[in-house]
């Protein structure tokens, strides 16, 4: 786990240490390893248990070369890397290397060559430009409170509270966004005066002028791909992340479905050392204890299982901690069993992994299959393509009853998408 945090000049004014230190302080346990990097107009810092990803080191810090701070990684570094060095330039050093080269030598269009997850922020004292920037995914959170003077960005929320100007105020309009969608989506927070960067954009600072634009990194037209194509695809992305993951023990929260399932097999397959946390309800019948088809995938799947037992009367106290941790309010109910199993994780695993959300990208609702025959019959006649695929079409986003396919109940499916 890292952060990272800062501030950025608009006006000709002097930092508030006080509260560039507040910042860090209340970062704390996101990492003890604390790098800062300060020039004129702008000032970083980086948290990390282990290197962090910040350029220039603390040794070389000078206030007239590009630097920048990195929380994440960058999947194609060595690559990039080696396309600057043919460029003659030096961008090896680390991920905060490697962007504040590549941003100063080619701007903007350098981030459409980034694949990975990260939020980052980068000064060119040179050009006399600030970029903060999020990854396409939106897998790193990115913070932002703005005043006439100065913009302060960091990985939480709790981090930009340091500063006096900010307050705890919510604002009324995404109170109603929140309990329409259930959650706030960027650029929008549920307190005023606090913004999110949106996923695949960065924020660029110009001698005070500033902009928020999109990074086109992603294409988003359609793959022309066939079912099977699409599948074998998925499945060598999918072995690819597990295989990249070095952590020797690694814990899995295991409902029994094709999505946490999947990655136990994967896992596996790869000779590490699995275990599997599956949280149930001490109430008869409960239709949210998943214990039966976690403990049989498993068994199956020869991993270490551990149960942990949740009393109703919990629930209360749970869902308060779940608040006091989270950044921002999601309406979702696994909230408090997460955060019962990533407690009984806490000491034993290095790295905790999740299915929750996959589900339907592997198959698991049960009416997947009506999906596909949807799918199929559109390629009949015009008429009774429209008609017959409509059909399937309009079957298949029904709500599904929950119940969910297994993986251990479906071999042909599971063979079919895990080979």
């Known amino acids: 786990m890292g952060a990272i945090c800062g501030q950025i000049g608009l006006e000709p004014r002097a930092f508030d240490e006080g509260i560039l230190d507040g910042m860090i302080s209340r970062l704390g346990h996101r990492g003890g390893e604390v790098t800062r990097i300060r020039w004129r107009d702008a000032w970083f810092a980086a948290l990390s248990d282990g290197p962090p990803a910040v350029w220039p080191a603390p040794s070389q810090n000078a206030l007239t070369v590009p630097g920048g701070v990195v929380d994440g990684r960058v999947d194609n570094e060595r690559d990039l890397v080696a396309e600057l060095a043919r460029e003659g330039r030096q961008g090896g050093a680390n991920a905060g290397h490697l962007l504040s080269t ?3 030598a080619h701007g903007p269009a350098f981030l459409a060559r ?8 980068v000064h060119d004292p040179t050009a006399d430009t600030t970029w903060l920037i999020r990854d396409p995914i939106g897998m790193r959170p990115l913070y932002l409170h703005r005043t006439r003077s100065r913009i302060l960005f960091a990985s939480e929320i709790r981090a930009l509270l340091a500063d006096p100007s900010v307050r705890l105020e919510l604002d009324p309009p995404q109170l109603r966004v929140l309990l329409s969608l259930g959650f706030n989506p960027a650029p929008h927070s549920l307190l005023k005066g606090i913004h999110k960067m949106p996923p695949g954009h960065f924020l660029q600072v110009t001698r005070g002028d500033v902009k928020v634009h999109r990074a086109d990194a992603l294409d988003s037209g359609e793959l022309d791909l066939s079912f099977d194509a699409a599948v074998d695809a998925y499945r060598g992305i999918l072995q690819g992340v597990v295989r990249r993951c070095a952590a020797e023990k690694t814990g899995i929260l295991l409902s029994g479905g094709v999505d946490s399932s999947a990655l136990a097999l994967l896992r596996t397959r790869e000779g590490k050392e699995v275990t599997t946390y599956t949280a149930g309800l001490a109430r008869e019948g409960a239709e949210e204890d998943e214990r039966t088809a976690a403990w049989q995938a498993a068994r199956a799947l020869g991993t270490v299982h551990r149960e942990r037992m949740i009393d109703p009367s919990e629930i209360p106290a749970l869902f308060a901690a779940t608040a006091r941790i989270c950044e921002e309010p999601v309406a979702a109910a696994w909230g408090p069993l997460f955060l019962r199993l990533a407690e009984a994780a806490t000491g034993q695993v290095k790295l905790l992994w999740s299915g929750q959300g996959a589900g339907a990208l592997h198959g698991e609702d049960p009416v997947w299959r009506w999906v596909l025959m949807g799918e199929w019959v559109s390629g009949l006649p015009p008429l009774l393509g429209r008609v017959v695929g409509g059909v399937g079409r309009r079957i298949g986003s029904l709500k599904s009853d929950g119940t969910g396919s297994r993986i ?12």
């Open 102 to 104: 590549g941003l100063s």
């Open 408 to 419: 251990l109940s479906f071999t042909e499916e599971r063979d079919r998408i895990y080979g």
């Open 114 to 121: 980034l694949k990975g997850f990260y939020a980052a922020a």
